[in-house]
Structure formats: C-alpha cells, structure tokens
C-alpha cells in the first residue's frame, strides 16, 4: 500500500485547514500502466468521493485511491521533504508504469519488469530504451535498442557493463546472457 510519511501527512493536514470541511487528499495515477503513467495528489472534496474509492486513514485527513489506481500505487511513497532551498513533496511510485509481478511469474515477465522499472528510465535520459524480444531456449535474453540507443557509438559499452551486467546479477542461473537484434542506424537520434 502507499506509504505517506509524517511530514507529509502534516503538510497535508496544513493544506487543507484552508479548504471546505471534510475535504480529503486524492493520489491517482493518470495513464497507469502505461510508459506515460504519471502519478498525481489533489484535493478531493466530499461529493467526489466514489463507492469503490479505496480509503487510507491518516493525521486529520483521509487518502482517497481510485480503484483503477490503486494496484499500480503499490509501495508508493509520499513524502515532503525540507531542505536548505526550501520544502518538497516527493511521489514515488515504482509501480506506475507498469503492475509489480509476483516473483514466480514466467521469466519473461520478470525480465521485462526490470526493464521498464530499472534499465528503461536510466536510458530515458540519453533518449533511448530497450525492448525484449525472446529469451532463447538455451537462456539468452535477445533485446532491441531504439531511440537514441539506436546507431549510438557507446551501444557495446551500454550492453555489457550495465543491461548484461545488472540483468545476470538479478537472474543468477535463469539468464546466461544477452543479445542484441537492433540493426544499428547512426543518424541524428543517436546520442553519441
């Protein structure tokens, strides 16, 4: 479930002297599952408040979670954190984009959860992401790059020292490598 800290929930509890009574906070994810999920917090004034509305009791307010939302809001965390330039609220939700698989899914699952959680957003800043295509019956994982990982100089490097590394170190005895099918296009998307 979603775990909103102390100094969030008094953050909360301050907002919302200012608003009408029995107004709540709402935490919802717009386009959940998807690589567009983005989490959110609103306010939720009583007559938005659904039947099927999932409510997490906390300091002087209550969370509401949509029913579509809340899977994907699994091990989320809200936080509000002060620092020397001022105060911040933090959401993380490491299930957004895609619903947590339970550990005795089929390996496929499981690699291409990693993928999205772990290996995708770490790509995402130079532009590019993988995609996994098969795994081989004889253990290899066999990937595609695209975006600006498509045609880039440090591809090798990318593959080897972190997708390779980080995915034999999380599958020990499941996975005995991987593979790359990208046909590899320098050009303008390429990052280096």
């Known amino acids: 479930m979603i775990h909103i800290s102390e100094s969030a929930q008094a953050h909360f509890t301050n907002l919302l002297k200012d608003q009408p009574a029995n107004t709540q906070i709402r935490v919802f994810v717009i386009n959940p599952g998807t690589a567009d999920a983005e989490c959110g917090v609103s306010y939720c004034p009583p007559d938005t408040i659904e039947p099927t509305d999932t409510l997490l009791p906390c300091q002087g307010f209550d969370a509401v979670i949509d029913q579509t939302s809340l899977p994907f809001l699994k091990d989320a965390d809200i936080d509000y954190v002060t620092e020397q330039l001022g105060a911040q609220l933090t959401l993380k939700a490491p299930n957004a984009k895609l619903n947590k698989i339970d550990g005795d899914a089929p390996l496929m699952e499981r690699i291409s959860y990693v993928i999205q959680t772990d290996i ?73």
């Open 120 to 192: 995708n957003p770490s790509l995402a800043g130079h532009g590019g992401h993988i995609n996994l295509l098969e795994i081989t019956e004889d253990g290899y994982a066999i990937i595609q790059f695209g975006g600006g990982c498509n045609g880039c100089s440090m591809v090798d490097v990318t593959l080897k020292e972190g997708i390779e590394k980080q995915l034999l170190e999380t599958f020990k005895g499941e996975l005995k490598g991987i593979k790359d099918a990208t046909e590899h296009q320098r050009g303008d998307h390429s990052y280096y």
